[in-house]
């Protein structure tokens, strides 16, 4: 069993940074491939990029590719998104979310975070 928290959600303005954290309980934390994922209103939970259980792979989406960057400390138990040079459309919940594939698609993570709320204002 492993529970997420998330952390570092707020507000800022177009251009600037946030770094998300994602706190896991739990041993087997470090066996996990971690997903962020986002959901504005109105629209499906998209794929934002993930990292796998080591953390020497990672895949972003097109829209967040050079801007944001995922890592993963397992001493830590923690999984970090950095995100630099925000823009309005970022805004949005951020989940993380850990399960056992290194995948874009929501169903196959097991353990999902409450979220924390971005908002980039322009």
């Known amino acids: 069993q492993v529970q997420l928290v998330e952390s570092g959600g707020g507000l800022v303005q177009a251009g600037g940074s946030l770094r998300l954290s994602c706190a896991a309980s739990g041993r087997t934390f470090r066996q996990y491939n971690m997903g962020w994922f986002r959901q504005a209103p109105g629209k499906e939970r998209e794929f934002v990029g993930n990292?796998?259980?080591?953390?020497?792979?990672?895949y972003y989406t097109a829209s967040v590719e050079g801007r944001f960057t995922i890592s993963k400390n397992n001493a830590k138990n923690t999984v970090y998104l950095q995100m630099n040079s925000l823009k309005p459309e970022d805004t949005a919940v951020y989940y993380c979310?850990?399960?056992?594939?290194?995948?874009?698609?929501?169903?196959?993570?097991?353990?999902w975070g409450q979220g924390t709320q971005v908002t980039v204002s322009s």
């Open positions: 990292i796998n259980w080591s953390g020497t792979i990672t």
């Open positions: 979310a850990a399960g056992p594939l290194l995948s874009r698609t929501p169903t196959t993570y097991n353990y």
